[in-house]
């Protein structure tokens, strides 16, 4: 297993619950929360060397909390992911320091290697 911590930031709690699973197997440390204001809380408490985040939450926009990451833990290196496809979008959150963005439906095989790579001092990309 991996030693690095990760934040996963989805209001799908059946996807986050999936997500843990599969990533438990991997890195150590997996905490996952369905909202922006519960992955802030979490980003005051702990660092997280890789963060998986949602574009679409209930309570703010993914971009605003990719912001707040890149402010708050400017080392921690996160992906995106969104069944938003737009190309403005996805350009926003690269340009805003995301080293990896992902399209929902995702593929669990590309975002674990994603994670990988991440873990293992890569981009992300692949």
Not at 49 to 72: A, M, R, S
Not at 93 to 122: C, N, V
Request: hydrophobic residues 45%; proline residues 2%.
């Amino acid at each position: 297993m991996q030693s690095q911590s990760v934040l996963l930031v989805d209001d799908n709690e059946l996807l986050l619950v999936c997500m843990k699973r599969i990533f438990e197997k991997v890195f150590l440390d997996v905490t996952s929360v369905v909202n922006g204001c519960e992955a802030c809380s979490q980003l005051r408490r702990q660092r997280f060397d890789i963060i998986v985040l949602d574009i679409n939450l209930p309570d703010v926009n993914g971009l605003q909390l990719l912001e707040y990451v890149k402010l708050k833990a400017p080392a921690s290196r996160v992906v995106i992911f969104s069944a938003d496809s737009d190309d403005k979008i996805r350009q926003d959150a690269l340009r805003m320091g995301a080293l990896e963005f992902i399209e929902k439906p995702m593929e669990f095989d590309r975002l674990r290697s994603t994670l990988l790579s991440m873990s293992q001092g890569g981009t992300g990309k692949n």
